[in-house]
């Protein structure tokens, strides 16, 4: 690593439920990396991210009859107790996306002013098929994703390979005030917003579980390499799964 310093950054839990065996696997590896890299004489920047407005965030507070800040803040603390007692060490920062609506914001105005980004209804896209590399960490073909590999279709996007940078509110949600209206961001601008505010806009690792590697961190390198014209991430690492009679360990499948 240039200099001894090494810019680490990894994908945090979204904070709408506990974390389980399968998660904390993702956590205790990067933890271990961490560690390795500075028993090695590296100072590391660790940044480890809680996603705290998403559908999903929504849907709990809903569920619990509270709020999402309240649902956040339950869940923070429950993952700073349970990390605690598996021996993970805080990282260096622990952004939530909601105390960084600003960042977010002004990438994707920079994406919008060089014609990444364009308005439709009351939500901004991000137009994929203008950032001509896109697919390169995935190795995924962006003609093939038509046919309806993890994409959102609607009626109101230009292509259906587009995502959301800003969602426009819907009533019911939380919203912040923004150029296009009140809404809230996306899940993927998120962590490129964060990225670049505490690391720089090129960082030496990037971590996450492999089921975030498309489209959730594909789609990350489009924006930020889209917006700032330079290399997102030097080194990629993705953990494999934990895996349930050969399926694999999530919340979503309760197993």
């Not at 309240?70 to 990282?91: M, Q, S, T, W």
């Not at 690792?205 to 990350?220: Q, R």
């Amino acid at each position: 690593m240039r200099d001894k310093q090494v810019r680490m950054y990894a994908c945090g839990p979204t904070v709408y439920n506990y974390f389980h065996i399968g998660n904390a696997r993702c956590f205790v590896l990067f933890d271990m990396l961490r560690r390795y890299l500075e028993y090695r004489g590296n100072k590391v920047k660790f940044v480890q991210n809680f996603t705290d407005i998403d559908d999903k965030m929504i849907q709990r507070a809903t569920e619990e009859g509270t709020s999402v800040k309240e649902v956040a803040n339950k869940y923070i603390r429950a993952y700073f107790a349970d990390a605690k007692g598996l021996g993970i060490k805080p990282a260096t920062v622990h952004p939530c996306a909601t105390e960084n609506i600003d960042a977010i914001i002004a990438i994707i105005e920079t994406l919008q002013a060089k014609g990444h980004a364009y308005v439709a209804g009351n939500d901004v896209y991000f137009s994929t098929r203008s950032f001509k590399k896109y697919g390169k960490l995935s190795k995924i073909d962006v003609d093939d994703l038509e046919s309806g590999a993890r994409i959102d279709i609607n009626d109101v996007k230009k292509d259906p390979i587009d995502f959301a940078l800003w969602k426009g509110w819907k009533e019911g949600e939380p919203a912040w005030d923004s150029p296009w209206g009140r809404g809230r961001p996306g899940w993927h601008i998120e962590c490129s917003a964060m990225v670049d505010k505490y690391l720089g806009k090129t960082i030496d690792i990037h971590c996450g579980g492999a089921d975030l590697a498309f489209p959730h961190h594909e789609n990350e390198v489009a924006q930020s390499e889209a917006a700032f014209g330079v290399p997102f991430a030097r080194f990629w690492l993705h953990n494999g799964y934990i895996n349930v009679d050969n399926q694999k360990m999530s919340k979503s499948a309760g197993n």
